[in-house]
């Protein structure tokens, strides 16, 4: 081989510092997750149905139709116990009951991480 094809046939090398990175299309993004709250606008109005779970308890029939006004109802769990918080009957978090001015409230005292 010549001097002139073997310098056609050698490759060029470019410092990494002037290499562009590679442009990728939408569908190749990954999903990133929201770094703030403005990134969840979209989903700010979508219902959900959250229930906090003071107990249970179980009864007949006959003695539900005999409860009235005032009547207190026993329940499985204990004074000062924590309550379950679901979100579309999905378990999200555990809480204490609060009085807020005249009203009962919930504080989240433990968030609840599950596998998907």
Known sequence: MSDEQI???QEHSI???ELEAPQRSLEQDEVHAPQSAADLEAVFDVPVRISA???HSR???SDL???ASGTVLELDRKVGEAIDIYVNDRLVARGEV???EDKLGV???EIIKTDR
């Open 98 to 100: 609060v009085l807020v």
């Open 7 to 9: 310098g056609e046939e």
């Open 65 to 67: 139709l005999k409860l």
């Open 59 to 61: 009864m007949h029939v």
């Open 107 to 109: 504080t989240m005292t």
């Open 53 to 55: 779970v003071l107990g």
């Open 15 to 17: 410092p990494l510092d």
